[in-house]
């Protein structure tokens, strides 16, 4: 079945700057790649989102890019806030299981003020 | 719309109990599933639905039944509780997957305790 690892686990950068979460994935068939940002005891709430036929994607300062050949796809976020700090999950579609999703082990983000 | 919503919030069981999870979503979705999530991982695909009557097993079923007799409704039952069931359960729900995969919005989240 399908596999997705990111890396890091944690990641602290200061206000203003830039964070950058990578994602691997083991199935070549998955087509769509979400990222959902999960604040503590709260419900993973979509960030951004690309499907398998779109190279880059970008909503003000988050940008997503996929990588087809490398099956990797990775989570860019701009100029940093404080409120951003929350835990990051990205996932793929299953195989043969509609909407279905695999995460990968989140990274903890954390913005210094 | 209340969306995708999910009781209780909390429950404690004891070792070998049963219960039932339960979701419910407004939004006329046709796809609705659940995940568990364990402390500082991501989640994980137990079962789901594609329809009123379908249901399939996801990557972590054992110990875990679902039924989906309407659209709207889409219960989980642990079996017989055991405490490596401790976890965050979400449910989520989608429309269906024609034209390509849809957003899953998640419920709200039950927290379960099994001593």
């Known amino acids: 079945g399908e596999n997705v690892e990111q890396h890091p686990s944690t990641l602290s950068v200061q206000e203003g700057d830039s964070a950058v979460i990578k994602c691997t994935y083991s199935?070549?068939?998955?087509?769509?790649f979400p990222w959902y940002k999960q604040e503590l005891g709260k419900r993973p709430q979509l960030i951004i989102d690309?499907?398998?036929?779109?190279g880059e994607k970008k909503d003000q300062r988050i940008a997503v890019t996929l990588n087809k050949t490398a099956k990797h796809f990775s989570l860019h976020i701009t100029e940093t806030q404080p409120e951003d700090s929350a835990v990051y999950f990205c996932?793929?579609?299953?195989?043969?299981?509609?909407?279905?999703?695999?995460f990968g082990g989140g990274t903890r983000l954390m913005v210094k003020p | 719309n209340a969306g995708v919503t999910q009781t209780p919030k909390f429950q404690v069981l004891k070792t070998g109990q049963s219960m039932t999870l339960q979701c419910a979503q407004d939004m006329n979705h046709e796809y609705m599933s659940w995940y568990r999530q364990d402390p500082g991982m991501g989640l994980r695909l137990i079962h789901y639905?594609?329809?009123?009557?379908?249901?399939d097993q996801g990557e972590v079923p054992n110990g875990y039944n679902v039924s989906r007799s309407t659209t709207e409704d889409f219960p989980l039952r642990l079996l017989s509780a055991a405490p490596s069931q401790t976890s965050v359960y979400f449910c989520?729900?989608?429309?269906?997957?024609?034209?390509?995969?849809?957003?899953?919005?998640f419920g709200p989240g039950t927290r379960l305790l099994v001593l």
């Open positions: 639905s594609v329809g009123a009557g379908i249901t």
């Open positions: 989520a729900s989608s429309y269906g997957s024609r034209g390509g995969p849809k957003t899953q919005y």
């Open positions: 199935d070549s068939a998955s087509n769509y």
């Open positions: 690309i499907r398998s036929n779109v």
């Open positions: 996932a793929a579609t299953l195989n043969n299981a509609g909407n279905m999703l695999t």
